[in-house]
């Protein structure tokens, strides 16, 4: 994600506002000559002088906290997150003098886009803070200290001589490569060990952002992520109900498919965890929200091409170091022979990222600027600690732009590429717009832009850059490319959507700080059908080992974002001219595709996100049918295959005590709180379903809990 954007749209990180995903906040008065912001406002100001004024100091304050923030997530030590969580203090305590000032403005004659503005500068943060000064600081220094827990993360064993620390790159690459049932198990565990730390930390950040949220106006922090959609609270968490009611049956599809293939690869017991939930550990991907990794288990025809991206970009890197080794006659110290590795290594890093600019210019969007080549973080700094969870960065509304990234040659991170290149043409686009406006239509939508130009990657565009070799056109090469989208894109949908039903139902209070870990695997077996192996007591803090959880970043986005793009894809490939099967379609080099996508960035947040998209695709509601048509031909695969299984799975009841609720809570303006979840709950509720459903009781919970930030406000 993305700084200002988080703005807007919620976004963020750590703590800062607006940024996204990815960063942070800004510092009033700079040496750069930018005027100070106001503590109080003039007099006689209009709104609309006044949204004139705010957006003046927003730009000016920015860049001293997207450049704390920076420096923080480059290089964690104690100094730089003293210095970010001093800079994040200083956004939000501004953002808090501005929502108060704005208040004089209720109710008076204003502009559209002034009253548009204001409603955005209410959700100017992810990260709402109280507005006593003591609070704010430990809110802001435990957003720090969790980010920078995560980003220094190692799992140690051995002692002297024999001690070996691992960070997450190091033991997901266990996950990725070996097979070995144990030592996937051990990365899985270690890697988990490092979370366990921040439960005070984190149980404490909760009581804060609700005591932020409270005043504001908010029941809670949920209820303000949910706020910025331009619909209710209540009605976005009904849509998501309804988008996953859509797409759940081609998940259960996999989810049985890649259980009967994990039974072949490591046995029927050691493939399931009772109830027939995948182990979490087994999945290829410390999360289990994406199983690329799995290719080699699952690839439905091993003999009909199969699209290994992974072995092309190694093969690449190897080239380029072979050439630098070449290159560098003489000293053969271990120094300097690691020191041409890492040279090696930034090089690949830069050409997979030239070759992802290439596909934006293709379609006659601008090329990146020299300074983002100069700036960027490409691969993991061998001196120090940074956070390697990949984001974009908007460092000044006017063109520093930057990614930050610890690229290695392979799938995953080559598509993370151009996912986030996506966020720096929404940057470029709109920095023309008011810095208020400099945001997604909603988040979903920034998170999608890279995404639409992944699924155009089709095997047609990767034998053209020469990735991989000619591609058969048979049914069978069209089911493998099916299966490597749906890997990374199906498998993805119900993590997208559990992450928030755990965090708002921490926000609101149905799940106590003490079920905290009971209430993550409930959702995980509930949704998504996997287990851990071994018990995961309470002693564990097993959502923290997600970066976005420590990192504060919303989630939903991105389970709206994995619809959405596939509608953007088929606009633009409708826009292209295409009237093919949609899984085949790519608009590579095509400029009336590029000039539709550039109109929907230059627009950023200005305008309701339903204009915006029925601007581009003709409606105005998100939906799922695109991702059921672009994998219809998996799916009936996947249906044969599964021919005489029992699919599904039962997610133990019992396992623990927590029930977390899969509704949101209710938005207390519009409806009683039980009532509206009992809405939502219903439109989430899957027919015939083979899994247990523990709502009713969750609910129950729910409206009988108090919200976590309670014994404070009272
Ligand atoms: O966090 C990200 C991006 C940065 S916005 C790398 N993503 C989510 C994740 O990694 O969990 C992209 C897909 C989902
Ligand atoms: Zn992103």
Redesign the pocket.
């Known amino acids: ?1 993305k700084p200002v954007r988080a703005l807007l749209a919620l976004s963020i990180t750590a703590a800062v506002v607006g940024l996204a ?2 960063d942070r906040a800004p510092t009033p008065g700079t040496d750069r000559g930018a005027t100070p912001a106001a503590a109080t406002a003039p007099e006689d100001e209009t709104a609309d002088q006044f949204i004139a004024r705010v957006n003046a100091e927003l730009k000016a304050m920015y860049p001293q906290m997207t450049a704390a923030q920076w420096l923080s997530s480059t290089y964690i030590i104690d100094d730089s997150k003293l210095l970010a969580a001093a800079a994040n203090e200083r956004y939000l305590s501004q953002l808090n003098s501005w929502i108060e000032q704005a208040k004089r403005f209720e109710g008076q004659e204003m502009s559209p886009q002034t009253a548009r503005s204001i409603q955005l500068l209410k959700l100017g943060t992810s990260m709402p803070a109280p507005t006593d000064p003591a609070k704010l600081a430990e809110l802001t220094r435990i957003a720090a200290d969790m980010e920078g827990m995560y980003g220094a993360g190692e799992y140690c064993t051995g002692e002297g001589e024999a001690r070996n620390c691992r960070q997450l790159g190091a033991l997901e690459d266990v996950l990725r490569n070996s097979r070995d049932y144990d030592e996937q198990l051990e990365a899985w565990r270690g890697w988990h060990t490092i979370s366990k730390p921040m439960r005070d930390d984190y149980t404490r950040f909760v009581e804060l952002v609700n005591l932020g949220a409270d005043e504001m106006g908010f029941a809670d922090a949920g209820e303000m992520w949910r706020s910025g959609y331009d619909m209710s609270p209540v009605e976005i968490a009904a849509e998501t109900d309804r988008l996953w009611t859509q797409v759940k049956p081609l998940y259960e599809d996999l989810h049985c498919y890649t259980r009967t293939r994990l039974a072949a690869e490591y046995g029927e017991d050691k493939a399931q965890v009772a109830g027939g939930m995948l182990p979490a550990h087994l999945l290829g991907n410390m999360w289990q ?1 994406d199983w690329g990794n799995l290719w080699d288990i699952v690839v439905p025809y091993e003999n009909a091409g199969k699209l290994d991206i992974t072995s092309a970009l190694e093969s690449r890197y190897q080239q380029i170091h072979a050439q630098k080794l070449a290159q560098h006659t003489g000293d053969r110290s271990p120094s300097s022979l690691a020191n041409i590795e890492h040279e090696a290594q930034e090089a690949a890093a830069r050409q997979m990222t030239k070759r992802a600019e290439d596909f934006y210019t293709s379609l006659g969007l601008q090329k990146l600027p020299e300074s983002y080549w100069e700036n960027t973080q490409f691969i993991k700094p061998r001196d120090r600690d940074v956070v390697c ?3 974009a960065w908007d460092m000044n509304m006017e063109g520093d732009v930057r990614t930050k990234m610890c690229i290695k040659p392979n799938e995953e991170d080559f598509t ?1 590429i151009y ?2 290149l996506g966020h720096l043409y929404y940057d470029l686009a709109y920095n023309k717009q008011p810095p208020l406006f400099q945001a997604g239509a909603h988040d979903g939508f920034h ?1 999608a832009i890279g995404d639409t130009i992944v699924l155009a990657m089709t095997p047609k565009y990767l034998e053209s850059i020469g990735l991989v070799d000619a591609q058969q056109q048979s049914e069978q090469a069209l089911i493998n490319a099916q299966m490597r989208m749906a890997l990374a894109k199906v498998s993805f949908l119900p993590f997208g959507l559990m992450i928030d039903r755990w965090r708002w139902g921490v926000f609101d209070g149905s799940i106590a700080p003490d079920q905290y870990n009971a209430a993550w695997w409930d959702l995980k077996a509930k949704y998504q059908g996997v287990a851990p192996v071994e018990a995961r007591g309470e002693e564990f803090f097993d959502a923290g080992a997600k ?2 959880v420590p990192g504060n970043t919303p989630y939903t986005r ?1 389970f709206l974002a994995h619809v959405l793009q596939f509608q953007f894809y088929k606009s633009l490939c409708d826009a292209a001219g295409y009237t093919g099967p949609l899984h085949e379609c790519s608009f590579y080099g095509n400029k009336a595709a590029g000039a539709k996508l550039q109109a929907m960035l230059d627009k950023g947040a200005s305008q309701p996100w339903q204009s915006t998209l029925e601007e581009l695709t003709g409606g105005g509601k998100m939906d799922a049918s695109a991702v059921l048509e672009y994998f219809a031909p998996l799916q009936d695969w996947l249906k044969q295959q599964n021919e005489g299984q029992t699919c599904g799975w039962q997610a133990s009841a019992d396992a623990s005590p927590a029930k977390p609720a899969a509704a949101p809570a209710a938005d207390a303006n519009t409806k009683p709180k039980a009532d509206a979840a009992a809405d939502a709950d219903a439109a989430a509720k899957p027919k015939a379903d083979a899994n247990a459903d523990t709502d009713t009781d969750a609910d129950k919970a729910k409206t009988e809990a108090k919200p976590a930030g309670e014994a404070e406000r009272g």
């Open positions: 994600m995903a990815c929200q969870h990949a984001s993370t996912h986030e998170e970066y976005h991105y």
